[in-house]
């Protein structure tokens, strides 16, 4: 796209597509104010930018200084951010039009965005089913043909695990590859901005423009934006390891099936492949349990309706607002995370909780750096234990809710990245499959991901 | 393990969160099952020689020292819910006084 | 003051000093430092605490934090980690502070100063630490509720902790006023209790004399001068004392001192103890510093007070006491070396009398400046020792320079002062007083010969000052024997 024209075009197309769209509950920006910032931002944009004219959503944990942020919480209704994050920036310099804030479970804690306070949003495919989260917003957005493009973020998963559900494609970079400012806070050291798209190279296109140094992010690295790579003939000379503990044996036999298919069709691409053990994979959700939590507790104390948000109470005094505001701003499953996460850094239970949980961190950052260093290139891996589950069958037992981030979290501990893209449908649900990469060799991901894509039959049953 | 509700309620005073009292059995219920799944971290023994890991860059940056503020679109009066002759205002504290800080 | 401290009591005080750093931009963001901004006009989304935001170190706040610890002697560590101090009040927006709590920047140094009680004594620094401060609440500005003012959130603090070294409140002080001088020295701080760059709480606590075992301790805050702090301890001992004296116990809690009152009241009704829940700030990698810039903040220490006063007793042959009043401000010292160090170069000791008395007199009276250049100062010292003028009056040339500049000789010419030293002038003049005067003379020669003096004076006088007092004396002294 370079004429203002087709971008004027596109603001107008996505505008009425985000309407269509409504049901799903996935936008929470108001049609009127979308409509027109749109327009607006089309005719703002820089004709010579690389996305330009592209629409692309963002989940609303990212600040935006068009729309309100509020993280899916009532503790930040209409609130509006007076700066915009780094990622947000960075496309609307490349000429995207950002489409509208996606809904999203509550500061992006939960695996089914069925923990929004407003509402949740469902699978485009079928109402009754949840569309994965906390991303859920933007990765129903994208399965629906609202936008090409959406960013989400992952914390223990939030974009892969969605994409999986919704049948789109979602990136993880390597933690330090994207700038999390702008980012509200979750979990910080397993906190990134991801991507979903339509593709691969809808995704990636996104990824590497929001990419690369920051100097307002401590915890970002020197780097230059991610090059895409090319797609590539042939898998020849890439080694893919399967981790063994990512197929026990209770495996929901559909997803072992379509992962069996898309591993077949990786050695007809030429790609070696072998298995690996992951030792400490069981570990890992116990240990995710403590650490996001224990950091969660710290990013949120933030919200107590002095300084910015609503405010929930006409109190004498502050604790009262404090405890009012905290109380009923936040949501069940944001509550129970902020208590545990204060009760394993708590005096007495730090060391058996918090100190232990950062040590299998590292262990399970070893295992993958083992692998890697066996001459592993990639792993290939299920995305989720199983497609879209129905609304309401999870919500109310918090640790089966957090099993459905098994295989995701894993990546988010190593900080290393990971891609899940569509290879099947089971009972017409889709399902994902994951590439886990090395430490900023995004590319190498990418290139396993742009060739399997091309061959998988991911609408045609596992 | 088992959480108690007077350990629910001392947690929630220090998170300073309002935790009702028709909440308070499923919330320790339901914190009793967490922390009991997540403990199973102890089955693993403590190990010698792993470097704690850390993401991201290995050492600090710094920053130069000048002024050289990150602009705000609109300042504190319109973001905050209460605002008075430049100043943040909230409740006065009441179960304790302060000195002014 | 009821009670002082009787042979039986031991007094136990611990001290932790927060000094902010001389840096223009605050620890984790560009926002100014500069004091007296209207309110929360130096804010941005860091130091608002909005979602989303991230710290960014800044580099001269570890310099300064660094070259401070080396003054104190501390064993800086080359991989020192951020943590998160997690509590709610007002004035902490984002709901934790940003410090260091299990590896912090340095540990293990140490300040000698002298105590009213004992001597060269040494303070023990356990540890030294960065961190940022917090914003200001104000009770009593509107009823009912606190105002938050938070220019202040960010701006970089050093956190001091001794050991339980001090055994009096006069102690506490001279320890306090050596740190604060030691700091301004390092150039890290201006220290200055009224502007809140240094601010001080202490942990007090009593014991029988001769018990080995510590007593409960009590942290006593909002102590707001160097006065206040004697004043603060004293209050607090004493009232331990009381209560022990009565059968009671000592309650671990936080006070807070009053100046109005020179009382100390608890600062919650219900003591809530703190869990800060203290962890690795996430947002921050760890704080690593490689050995050549830590040798750099080495080599930017100037020389320090102790070494300074040392030298000056030994180099320029002064007083202890003498060398301390010089030594007491570096830019007085720097200031002093340069007077003697001046063109032909004045007599150490005489300079250093007229730095102690004019100079500094002068500098109090107008804002610490030091009016008079170093050579300026020097040539007036070297127009008394030859005569020129006399020492009152080159006191006037000095406020005559001082106020309005010029070249001292200058100065005195034109204000009439050049010393009259021909032997002539003088023997009229003395003739004339003598003639005046026939009582005295003649009581001078019954054997007052004190009178010496009184005519000595009555020659300045006639001759308005312009006499040289020395050869005046001396030709009294010849026509008085006649």
């Known amino acids: 796209m370079t004429d203002p024209s087709e971008a004027l075009a596109s603001a107008k197309a996505t505008a009425d597509r985000l309407v269509k769209a409504k049901r799903f509950n996935a936008c929470l920006t108001p049609v009127r104010e979308l409509r027109k910032a749109l327009v607006t931002q089309a005719q703002a944009a820089h004709p010579s930018g690389v996305l330009y004219g592209m629409p692309v959503a963002v989940k609303d944990n990212i600040c935006t200084l068009e729309f309100t942020t509020t993280c899916g919480s009532k503790i930040l209704e209409g609130y509006r951010s007076p700066y915009e994050a780094t990622a947000v920036a960075k496309l609307k310099a490349a000429g995207a039009l950002m489409a509208g804030k996606t809904n999203c479970d509550e500061f992006a804690m939960g695996s089914s965005t069925e923990h929004s306070a407003y509402g949740r949003v469902l699978h485009p495919f079928d109402k009754t089913r949840v569309p994965g989260g906390s991303s859920g917003g933007s990765a129903a957005l994208v399965a629906a043909g609202a936008v090409p493009a959406a960013l989400g973020s992952e914390t223990g998963g939030s974009v892969r695990q969605p994409a999986s559900l919704c049948g789109v494609v979602g990136i993880k970079p390597t933690y330090g590859r994207v700038s999390r400012w702008g980012l509200v806070a979750f979990g910080s050291s397993l906190d990134q901005i991801g991507v979903l798209g339509r593709s691969v190279h809808d995704a990636a296109r996104v990824l590497s423009v929001i990419s690369g140094r920051d100097p307002k992010d401590s915890t970002c690295e020197e780097r230059d934006p991610l090059r895409l790579p090319n797609v590539p003939e042939s898998l020849q000379g890439f080694v893919i390891g399967i981790p063994k503990e990512y197929f026990p044996a209770d495996l929901d036999p559909a997803v072992r099936r379509a992962c069996d298919r898309a591993v077949r069709l990786l050695k007809e691409l030429g790609a070696a492949v072998r298995e690996v053990a992951l030792p400490h994979t069981a570990y890992a959700v116990p240990t995710y349990y403590i650490l996001a939590p224990a950091e969660a507790s710290s990013n949120l104390a933030r919200y107590d309706g002095a300084r910015y948000g609503p405010r929930f109470d006409g109190s004498a005094d502050v604790r009262a607002l404090y405890r009012t505001t905290r109380g009923e701003g936040f949501g069940p499953e944001v509550r129970r995370r902020i208590l545990l996460g204060t009760y394993v850094l708590s005096s007495g239970y730090y060391d058996a909780y918090y100190r232990k949980a950062q040590q299998m961190r590292a262990l399970i950052a070893q295992d993958f750096r083992n692998a890697f260093d066996r001459g592993v290139d990639l792993l290939f891996t299920p995305t989720t234990p199983s497609p879209a589950f129905k609304a309401g069958e999870k919500v109310n037992d918090p640790v089966a809710m957090y099993l459905s981030d098994i295989f995701t979290v894993t990546a988010n501990l190593a900080g290393v990245p990971a891609i899940s893209i569509p290879i099947g449908r089971i009972k017409g649900l889709p399902l994902g499959g994951q590439f886990i990469g090395q430490a900023f060799l995004e590319d190498e991901m990418l290139e396993a991901a742009y060739a399997l894509e091309r061959v998988v039959p991911a609408t045609e049953e596992a | 393990m088992s959480v108690t509700h007077d350990e629910v309620l001392k947690i929630a005073r220090l998170a300073e969160l309002d935790v009702s009292e028709d909440a308070l059995p499923l919330l320790a219920e339901q914190m009793s099952r967490i922390l009991d799944y997540v403990a199973q971290i102890n089955a693993v023994p403590a190990s010698e020689g792993v470097k704690p890991f850390v993401p991201g860059p290995d050492a600090l940056r710094f920053r130069v020292d000048e002024v050289k503020p990150i602009p705000l679109a609109f300042g504190p009066e319109t973001l905050a819910p209460a605002f008075k002759d430049g100043f943040f205002l909230v409740p006065k504290l009441g179960a304790f006084e302060g000195a002014d800080s | ?482």
């Not at chain 3, 501390?74 to 927006?93: E, G, I, M, Q």
């Open chain 3, 1 to 482: 003051m009821a009670g002082t401290a009787t042979p039986e009591w031991e007094t136990v005080i611990g001290l932790e000093t927060h000094v902010q750093l001389r840096t223009v931009s605050k620890m984790f963001c560009g926002c100014s430092t500069a004091f007296g901004a209207p309110p929360n006009t130096n804010v941005c989304p860091v130091c608002l605490g909005l979602p989303g935001a991230l710290p960014m170190a800044n580099g001269l706040a570890l310099q300064l934090a660094v070259r401070a610890a080396l003054a104190l002697g501390c064993t800086v560590h080359p991989r020192s980690v951020f943590a998160r101090k997690n509590y709610f009040y007002p004035d902490l927006p984002k709901g934790y502070q940003i410090s260091q709590f299990e590896q912090p920047l340095s540990t293990d140094g140490s300040l000698s100063y002298l105590s009213p009680d004992r001597g060269i004594a040494t303070a023990t620094i356990q540890r030294l630490h960065v961190e940022e401060d917090a914003g200001k609440s104000l009770h009593d500005r509107f009823p009912k509720q606190t105002a938050i003012d938070l220019n202040r959130c960010g701006v970089p603090l050093i956190e001091i902790v001794t050991g339980p070294d001090f055994r009096s409140p006069h102690e506490a002080r001279a320890y306090l006023l050596t740190l604060k001088q030691v700091l301004e020295y390092a150039g890290v701080s201006d220290c200055d209790m009224e502007k809140g760059s240094l601010r001080v709480d202490a942990n007090v606590s009593v014991r029988r004399v001769g018990e080995a075992v510590l007593g409960t301790k009590t942290e006593v805050k909002n102590i707001n001068s160097f006065a206040y702090v004697e004043k603060a301890l004293t209050v607090e001992r004493d009232r331990q004392i009381a209560v022990l004296d009565a059968g009671g116990k000592v309650e671990q809690q936080t006070l807070l001192y009053d100046a109005k009152t020179n009382a100390v009241r608890p600062q919650r009704a219900k003591e809530e103890s703190h869990d800060y829940r203290y962890f690795p700030d996430p947002d921050l990698p760890p704080l690593v510093l490689r050995e050549e810039f830590i040798a750099e903040q080495q080599a930017l220490l100037p020389e320090l007070p102790a070494k300074k006063r040392e030298r000056f007793v030994e180099k320029y042959a002064l007083s202890v006491t003498d060398a301390a009043v010089l030594t007491a401000d570096r830019a007085v010292a720097d200031y002093y070396e340069a007077v003697v160090h001046a063109g032909s170069g004045a007599d150490a000791k005489v300079a250093a009398n007229w730095v102690m008395t004019e100079v500094l007199a002068d500098a109090k009276d107008h804002g610490d400046g030091l009016r008079v250049q170093p050579g300026a100062l020097a040539n007036l010292i070297g127009l008394v020792r030859g005569s020129t003028l006399s020492h009152q009056a080159a006191k006037r040339v000095f406020s005559e320079v001082a106020e309005h500049g010029g070249e001292p000789r200058n100065v005195a010419e034109a204000l009439g002062l050049i010393q009259v030293a021909d032997t002539g002038v003088v023997a009229r003049w003395v003739s004339e007083v003598l003639g005046a005067h026939p009582a005295e003379v003649e009581r001078y020669h019954k054997g007052e010969t004190k009178l010496l003096q009184f005519f000595v004076g009555q020659v300045m006088k006639v001759s308005r000052g312009k006499a040289d007092p020395k050869l005046a004396q001396r030709v009294l002294e010849e026509k008085l024997v006649a």
